[in-house]
């Protein structure tokens, strides 16, 4: 059975970092295509940043610069690094893993919120 489990989430300043992590069981984080997604009170769900199984990074325009997505295959673990945090960062964030080879197996894990606030 497939697990994704955030964890990292908080409150933290304007300008500050956190570091969210994403534990993975039952899968390879090394296989996958994997996400960082977040929602934020009444919008969408959106795209904050991918690695692909070949390690290919994409971000969205609002978060260049100051987040870094990455895995530790050893921990197979998946990571969002992010800086210059700003109140709108604020959102709950979701690990994602996709299946590359098809469209058969995609998986959310439960979300970790994250708060900018002063």
């Known amino acids: 059975q497939v697990q994704l489990v955030e964890s990292g989430g908080g409150l933290v300043q304007p300008g500050g970092s956190l570091r969210l992590s994403c534990t993975a069981s039952?899968?390879?984080?090394?296989?996958?295509?994997m996400g960082w997604y977040r929602q934020a009170p009444g919008k969408q769900r959106e795209l904050v940043a991918s690695?692909?199984?070949?390690?290919?990074?994409n971000y969205a325009d609002s978060v260049k610069g100051r987040f870094t997505i990455a895995r530790d295959n050893a921990n197979n673990t998946l990571y969002l690094h992010m800086d210059s945090l700003k109140p709108e960062d604020t959102a709950v964030y979701f690990c994602?893993?996709?299946?590359?080879?098809?469209?058969?197996?995609?998986?959310w894990g439960q979300g970790t919120r994250v708060t900018v606030s002063s």
């Open positions: 690695l692909t199984h070949g390690g290919a990074t």
């Open positions: 039952g899968m390879f984080v090394y296989i996958y295509d």
């Open positions: 994602n893993a996709d299946w590359p080879y098809n469209n058969d197996y995609h998986y």
